[in-house]
Nanobody, 124 residues
C-alpha cells in the first residue's frame, strides 16, 4: 500500500520561508515522478512543482518560479519543497503526489497517489 505523508506546514509571515517534506512508503520511490499541488480556500488544486526521474528535471508554476525549490532524497524516500519569499497568496493546503508511470505531467489527474495535505498560512 502506497502512503504519502506531508509535514512542515505552518503559519509564517510574508517574506518568510518554510520547507515541506513528503515521505513515501510502499513503493520504490526513486522510480516515480513526484509533484506538489496546492488548494487555496474555495478553489481547485493547482500545480506547484514536480521533479522527475532519473534526471531530476524540475518544473514550476509561474506563480512560484524563482521562490520555490523542489528536491528529492531517494535514500530517505522523501521529496522536499523549499518555499522562500512567501506571499499571502501562497496560503493553501499543500499536497504531494506520486506519478507511478513517469508521465511527467502538471495535471493532477496524472498522479496516482496523494498525501492528506499540510496547511500553509502566510500572514501579511
Amino acid at each position: 500500500q502506497v502512503q504519502l505523508v506531508e509535514s512542515g506546514g505552518g503559519l509564517v509571515q510574508a517574506g518568510g520561508s518554510l520547507t515541506l517534506s513528503c515521505a513515501i512508503s510502499g513503493r520504490t520511490f526513486n522510480k516515480h515522478t513526484m509533484g506538489w499541488f496546492r488548494r487555496a480556500p474555495g478553489k481547485d488544486p493547482d500545480f506547484v512543482s514536480r521533479i522527475s526521474v532519473p534526471g531530476g528535471d524540475t518544473v514550476f508554476a509561474d506563480s512560484v518560479k524563482g521562490r520555490f525549490t523542489i528536491s528529492r532524497d531517494n535514500a530517505k524516500n522523501t521529496v522536499y519543497l523549499q518555499m522562500n519569499s512567501l506571499k499571502p497568496e501562497d496560503t493553501a493546503v499543500y499536497y504531494c503526489a506520486a506519478d507511478l508511470y513517469g508521465r511527467d505531467s502538471t495535471s493532477r489527474s496524472q498522479y496516482d497517489y496523494w498525501g492528506p495535505g499540510t496547511q500553509v498560512t502566510v500572514s501579511s
